[in-house]
């Protein structure tokens, strides 16, 4: 069976779609048979991806919704579309109407045409939106829970005041506190009684891409390093349980300059050609 990881907010739109298609986008090579994650835009209150895109919503979480208490419900990739990110993401329709009630489809009976054949192994990341009385019942479906907040006293009194709830839907929830935050991790992790924290820096550029803004890749070539895209990275290697990925520095990245051959110095010398 697949592994499901819910994204959510408490309140108001920190960043919970564009850090899960990041998560994805970034996913560790080492796990799942180097196959990224499958997104499912699972937002009761409408989706954002397919304007945000101008793709067409179907297929999509309707048709895999429509299909969930068929004996052979539809594939989980066939009913993705793939991203420019790269990230096989299920999309759906604005409306509000329609995705609360496939919402509720798809949690129904677990949740069990997301986690598809005993044989999956991989990891789907569920965007649930905001917690709401509709997404309750897929949060709690999840096998893990990454709540996304904005990192200002207002945002964190938000995650403050649903901390039981999110103890409950959990036993173990991860934050990712998107932008900038004066409060130290040590602090957050205290007063709001949560062992796991990711801080995931504002980045103009990456979020224009992940919201279609910028057809630019999320990599950008060279030496430059996003803070965001590492952040990502421990980020997805913690939910899926492999090793933080070493970052090389600027040692590591200035031996590349010299590790390949230097036809003229073996000119000089003659060496081979
Ligand atoms: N790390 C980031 N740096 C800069 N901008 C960001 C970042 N994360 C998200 N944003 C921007 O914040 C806005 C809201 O992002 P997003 O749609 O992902 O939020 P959301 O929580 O899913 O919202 P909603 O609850 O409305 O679905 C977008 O304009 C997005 O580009
Ligand atoms: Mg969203």
């Given at each position: 069976m697949r592994k499901l990881v819910a994204f959510a907010s408490?309140?108001?739109?920190?960043?919970v779609t564009s850090s899960t298609l990041l998560t994805a986008a970034v996913?560790?090579?080492?796990?799942?048979?180097g196959v990224r994650p499958i997104v499912i835009e699972a937002d009761a209150a409408g989706g954002d991806l397919a304007a945000r895109f101008s793709?067409?919503?179907?297929?999509?979480l309707l048709d895999l919704a429509a299909s969930a208490?068929?004996?052979?419900?539809?594939?989980?990739a066939s009913t993705a579309q793939e991203l420019p990110c790269g990230v096989r993401t299920v999309i759906s329709p604005a409306d509000t109407d329609q995705c609360t009630e496939a919402v509720r489809l798809v949690a129904g009976y677990r949740a069990a045409v997301l986690r598809g054949d005993p044989d999956y192994r991989d990891t789907v990341l569920v965007d649930?939106?905001?917690?709401?009385g509709e997404s309750v019942p897929l949060v709690a479906a999840a096998d893990e829970l990454v709540v996304v907040s904005r990192g200002g006293a207002d945002a964190l009194a938000h995650v403050f005041t649903r901390r039981e709830q999110l103890n409950e839907l959990a036993s173990s929830w991860t934050l990712a506190v998107v932008g900038g935050c004066p409060y130290p991790r040590e602090e957050i992790a205290a007063t709001l009684d949560v062992e796991r924290i990711v801080f995931l820096p504002w980045d103009v550029r990456s979020a224009a891409v992940l919201c279609g803004r910028s057809l630019k890749p999320l990599r950008p070539r060279g030496f430059a390093r996003r803070p965001l895209l590492t952040a990502a990275e421990r980020l997805a290697a913690q939910l899926a349980g492999v090793a933080i990925p070493e970052r090389p520095g600027l040692g590591g990245s200035l031996a590349r300059l010299s590790a390949g051959r230097n036809p003229v110095a073996e000119l000089v010398s003659g060496g081979s050609r």
């Open positions: 408490v309140k108001g739109s920190p960043g996913w560790p090579a080492s796990v799942d048979r793709y067409s919503y179907t297929p999509g208490r068929l004996p052979q419900p539809e594939p989980l649930t939106g905001q917690l709401s």
